[in-house]
């Protein structure tokens, strides 16, 4: 198995060096520990728990539909503003193109944000039902079950008019109806039984959406988003007669009900405890935690300026902290008779591999205080 950082990314078909994107430009946004991701691949890992479900997902595929999906695992996640926002229908003023949202490499080009980034260009191609995975990148917030680096696998089926005609029922629901048919097959195939519920939602790309949500650890958890893929994309890939339905599956909350996984950080782990827990095609194991360790927790409280956002503020904590930081959780909020906003944040602070002494921790929330106090614009209360 290999951890070879790859050094070259296939960008449209160049490859480029990592030392040959811009960092210094002022339009970019990655830090350190995002850019140190690129290349890294954990779902072409045929022994990580990624890599074991992607197959898991590929043989339910290849089993149910003879005519075989077209498989892309290895997609550069550098594109364009274009493919990951305008190709998709993602309107010019939606909070996902912010840069509190998205990682940009420069302002005309970003990390995926999510795999249907890829959707439009394999369409226009001739590609008529295939499947994308690959990592993806996002500011977001910290808990067990978000994290800034993750994988998707997106899917499409493009249907043509004999599929729907003499079926009873219009293009639209016959492929919302085989889209559900088909994951919930796919849930099936993975879990056997788990309790899940569908919810109706919203993408600009999608109409009807719907989310997946399966029960764990205590709730109920999204592992995908789906629906029928809107008219407009297909029409501009010269499929005007066509419907087609689309989803995109979140890979590590997937894992995580798959095997037990307590917290997605895990992911990223190279302690021989948890990679030496799964191998190649094994589907049925459950991950036995290595004795865990105390959590700390630590508050602050702030009063926070017009800019403030609980993005920019787990980057600052996940830059100083890594994967040291479990949960960045508002614990109080208040506006006084003045105008003023004070956010009281609760800090959890846990490694997966050890125990963390006071004095590392007291440490850590030190420069945590100074970084937030100072790039965040905020007054410490
Ligand atoms: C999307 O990304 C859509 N592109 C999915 C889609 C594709 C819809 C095609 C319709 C058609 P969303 O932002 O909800 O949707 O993300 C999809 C899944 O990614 C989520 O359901 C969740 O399982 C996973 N996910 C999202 N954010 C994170 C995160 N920070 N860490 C880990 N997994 C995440
Ligand atoms: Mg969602």
Redesign the pocket.
């Known amino acids: 198995q290999s951890s070879v950082v790859a050094s070259a990314l296939d960008l449209g078909g160049v490859k480029i060096s990592k030392d040959e994107i811009v960092r210094d430009d002022p339009t970019n946004n990655i830090p350190d520990t995002i850019f140190a991701k690129l290349g890294m691949q954990l779902h072409r890992r045929n022994q990580h728990p990624l890599g074991i479900l992607k197959n898991a997902i590929y043989d339910y595929f290849d089993t149910n539909y003879p005519d075989k999906f077209d498989k892309f695992d290895d997609l550069c996640p550098i594109v364009s503003v274009t493919q990951n926002f305008d190709e998709v229908l993602v309107p010019a003023d939606h909070i996902s193109r912010s840069y509190n949202d998205t990682y940009y490499v420069d302002s005309q080009t970003v990390l995926r944000c ?1 795999t ?1 980034a890829h959707q439009a260009e394999l369409l226009r191609n001739g590609h008529t039902h295939f499947l994308v995975t690959g990592d993806v990148y ?1 500011r ?1 917030s910290i808990d067990s ?4 680096v ?1 994988h ?1 696998m ?1 899917g499409v089926r493009v249907f043509a008019p004999n599929d729907w005609e003499g079926s009873g029922t219009d293009a639209t629901s016959h492929a919302a109806e085989d889209l559900k048919k088909c994951l919930e097959g796919l849930a099936r195939h993975l879990f056997g039984g788990v309790e899940m519920r569908w919810v109706d939602t919203y ?1 600009p ?2 109409s009807p ?1 719907f ?1 997946l949500e399966i029960y764990f650890q205590d709730q109920w958890m ?6 029928v893929t809107e008219q407009e994309i297909l029409k501009r890939s010269g499929r005007t007669d066509n419907v087609a339905w ?3 599956l ?1 890979l ?2 997937l894992a995580m009900v798959l095997f037990d996984i307590p917290d ?1 950080r895990l992911f990223w782990s190279t302690d021989e405890r948890f990679t030496s827990q799964f191998s190649s095609g094994r589907l049925g194991l459950k991950f036995k935690p290595f004795s865990k360790y105390p959590p700390c927790y630590k508050d602050m409280s702030f009063w926070i300026s017009d800019s403030f956002t609980e993005n920019n503020l787990c980057e600052v904590v996940r830059g100083i902290a890594g994967d040291l930081a479990e949960e960045v959780k508002l614990i109080d909020n208040f506006t006084n008779k003045k105008g003023m906003t004070s956010h009281c944040y609760r800090i959890a602070y846990r490694s997966m591999e050890r125990s963390l002494t006071d004095e590392e921790i007291n440490d850590l929330q030190w420069k945590v205080r100074e970084q937030v106090e100072n790039k965040l614009k905020v007054v410490l209360r």
Do not use: K, M, N, W
């Open positions: 999510h249907s996002r977001d079950t978000h994290y800034p993750f998707q997106e993408f790309f999608t959406s989310e999204e592992v995908l988003g789906c629906g689309a989803f995109g979140g590590e909350r997605i």
